[in-house]
């Protein structure tokens, strides 16, 4: 919980798509084009909001977990 306070640097408790990229880049993962972006959107904003919550980037990390381990 505190990466994602520290990477939703809005305060807002989600993050756009924009800040969902920069917070993507700040921990390293660079090189992202638009539709890839807007792919693990569509795949991460459970509630079709438009928006990440803490809980949904929760969800997908465990969903990733999960099928790395198979």
Do not use: P
């Amino acid at each position: 919980m505190k990466l994602f306070h520290f990477l939703d640097t809005a305060g807002a408790d989600t993050m756009t798509e924009a800040e969902f990229a920069r917070a993507l880049s700040r921990v390293g993962v660079c090189g992202i084009n638009e539709e890839v972006m807007r792919a693990l959107m569509a795949t991460s904003d459970l509630d079709k909001d438009g928006n990440l919550e803490y809980r949904e980037i929760v969800a997908q990390l465990e969903k990733w977990h999960q099928s790395n381990k198979a």
